[in-house]
């Protein structure tokens, strides 16, 4: 069953479903957040992550990669102490150096998302290798649903799917590699 046919209706799935899921994003907050989220589901539901997102909103600065990039041991215990997010020690440790590695893209590049754009043309191999080079605690799995989930990959979407029409419309970046922009 696809997530077109399983989300609408849903009081958690659906919202996420029709307004967030595969649309194009150039908010360096929530990008961050997306790679957050998509790092912290692995081995969990998709619906416990956003059952806990506003908890992980709320722990980890708004999603500031800035200042989770200067997280120490005491954000770090506070983290692990925090029962509204997922308390997995790799998986926080993995934010703060992908924050820390993001804000270095930044530097080189003006921002995440240009970066991200640069490379609009990957075809998702080429990307999880890409994602594994350069972030940490990034499989195929991950790389795969944080890209579709900001619009740099296609599949978010049945085509029959209203949302893939308003999605079409913004021209998302897997549509410019697609000639489809």
């Not at 649309?23 to 956003?50: C, K, M, Y």
Request: charged share 25%.
């Amino acid at each position: 069953m696809s997530y077109c046919t399983l989300a609408p209706g849903h009081p958690v799935h659906g919202p996420y479903h029709d307004r967030e899921y595969g649309f194009p994003t150039r908010d360096e907050r929530v990008l961050f957040e997306r790679l957050v989220l998509e790092i912290n589901q692995a081995g969990l539901s998709w619906l416990t992550i956003l059952q806990k997102r506003e908890n992980f909103r709320a722990a980890f600065d708004h999603f500031d990669a800035e200042r989770v990039a200067r997280y120490g041991a005491r954000e770090r215990s506070r983290l692990l102490g925090d029962a509204g997010i997922v308390r997995n020690r790799l998986k926080i440790a993995a934010a703060i150096e992908n924050a820390r590695r993001i804000v270095d893209l930044r530097r080189e590049h003006g921002s995440f998302a240009n970066w991200l754009d640069a490379r609009h043309q990957l075809g998702k191999p080429e990307w999880i290798k890409l994602f594994k080079r350069v972030f940490v605690f990034t499989g195929g799995e991950i790389t795969g649903e944080f890209l579709l989930s900001t619009g740099y990959l296609p599949g978010a979407h049945e085509e029959s799917c209203p949302t893939f029409r308003q999605i079409a419309r913004l021209r998302p970046p897997w549509m410019w590699a697609a000639g489809r922009a």
